[in-house]
């Protein structure tokens, strides 16, 4: 199976839609401004930690403080939550229109992020991410370091205090990356955590949700098998996950990645899934940096960079346009994959911001590089 029917069948499933006005209709995206810092364009995504500003939720009054909350005693969560809830309230009037709060959470150090940071990112980009590991780590379908285990344990604290003591409306829906280090770090963040009965943690593996596909093999995804040998009992697949990785192009000199128009594409397939089958308000995404990325864009947010660890809120405004969509929602003609040029040895120096020369004098470049920083 080609990567482009693999991303039709994916985005064509027949499940029960939870949003009957966007079957068969182009969905369009906005992320609305100004209830979260990250928002803001003064706000500046280096050094920037959710755990210092509330996960960045604005302190501002809402439409609906003077009924919901005359006393002034609500925090600001328990505020924002109500004005959600009357945004879809008034939302299913419209029936074109729904509102969600989407919750991105990058991974945890991973043994690839080192392994980078070892070798520099041109060499890392041009020859040492393609190979499984160097002897003394593996970093094929990476596992999360110690630091990252702790940066995962680090979020299951700060979420539980906001759940428990400020009122943060738990989540509806979790949505997890298939590779190992984000199941890893979904489970460290959320299986603890005390949650109500209706809220339970039953994270859903999304094969769209994965990093940016290069031919890094950090990039490549387990064996469905294998991954349910390694996931919590918790986790379940999507419909119509399949057993092998059929979207990763990567081995031998002849390896391809995903360009970024198809991980646009990708990321638009994946929003059109959850707001289309998912009639919940508060999701969670536990994904990747290069993913998030392509998410943020296909939401028209601005771009934010996230460290391991981090997370990022994003109030999301989804739209169904009046006329029916007269193509399939993935079609053919969408930008796929492309050759990346590589070395076959440890090359002889790297260019900063250009690539790295081989053995051979070739000047290698990873077209995906940007995504595994």
């Known amino acids: 199976m080609t990567p482009t029917s693999m991303l039709a069948l994916l985005t064509l499933l027949s499940h029960s839609l939870a949003w009957p006005e966007?079957?068969?209709r182009?969905?369009?995206?906005?992320?609305?401004?100004g209830y979260f810092l990250q928002d803001d364009a003064s706000t500046d995504p280096d050094g920037f930690d959710y755990a210092a500003w509330n996960f960045g939720l604005v302190n501002r009054t809402y439409p609906t403080d003077d009924w919901f909350d005359p006393a002034r005693s609500k925090t600001q969560w328990q505020r924002f939550a109500y004005w959600l809830d009357h945004l879809n309230n008034g939302c299913r009037r419209q029936e074109r229109v729904r509102y969600k709060l989407l919750v991105f959470g990058r991974h945890g150090q991973g043994w690839h992020n080192t392994a980078e940071?070892?070798?520099?990112?041109p060499a890392w980009n041009c020859y040492w991410a393609e190979l499984d590991g160097n002897g003394t780590s593996v970093w094929a379908d990476a596992l999360l370091t110690g630091q990252g285990l702790a940066e995962a344990a680090r979020a299951n604290g700060y979420f539980a205090s906001r759940f428990s003591h400020q009122g943060m409306p738990y989540f509806d829906s979790y949505y997890v990356s298939p590779l190992s280090r984000?199941?890893?770090?979904?489970?460290?963040?959320?299986?603890?955590?005390?949650?109500?009965?209706?809220r339970p943690f039953r994270p859903v593996i999304k094969e769209l949700l994965r990093e940016g596909i290069s031919v890094h093999t950090c990039d490549r995804r387990s064996t469905r098998s294998r991954i349910r040998r390694f996931a919590p009992a918790s986790f379940a697949f999507e419909p119509a996950f399949a057993e092998a990785d059929e979207l990763w192009q990567g081995g031998g000199p002849?390896?391809?990645?995903?360009?970024e128009a198809h991980?646009?594409?990708?990321?638009?397939?994946?929003l059109d899934d959850v707001f289309a089958h998912d009639d919940g308000m508060t999701?969670?995404?536990?994904s990747h940096s290069g993913q998030i990325a392509s998410l943020l864009t296909a939401l028209r947010h601005r771009p934010f960079s996230l460290g391991t660890g981090q997370i990022i809120p994003v109030l999301v405004r989804a739209s169904a346009a009046v006329e029916e969509r007269e193509e399939p929602r993935a079609s053919g003609t969408a930008p796929g994959f492309t050759r990346e040029v590589t070395c076959t040895a440890p090359p002889v120096t790297s260019i900063a911001g250009t690539g790295c020369v081989c053995s051979t004098g070739t000047l290698a470049t990873a077209t995906m590089s940007m995504m595994q920083i």
Do not use: M, W
């Open 182 to 198: 984000c199941v890893q770090t979904a489970n460290a963040t959320f299986a603890s955590v005390d949650l109500p009965a209706d």
């Open 254 to 259: 002849d390896g391809r990645g995903e360009t």
């Open 117 to 121: 940071s070892f070798y520099g990112t």
């Open 22 to 24: 966007a079957e068969g």
């Open 283 to 286: 999701i969670s995404l536990t």
């Open 26 to 33: 182009e969905l369009h995206y906005a992320t609305v401004p």
């Open 263 to 270: 991980a646009l594409t990708r990321a638009k397939a994946l």
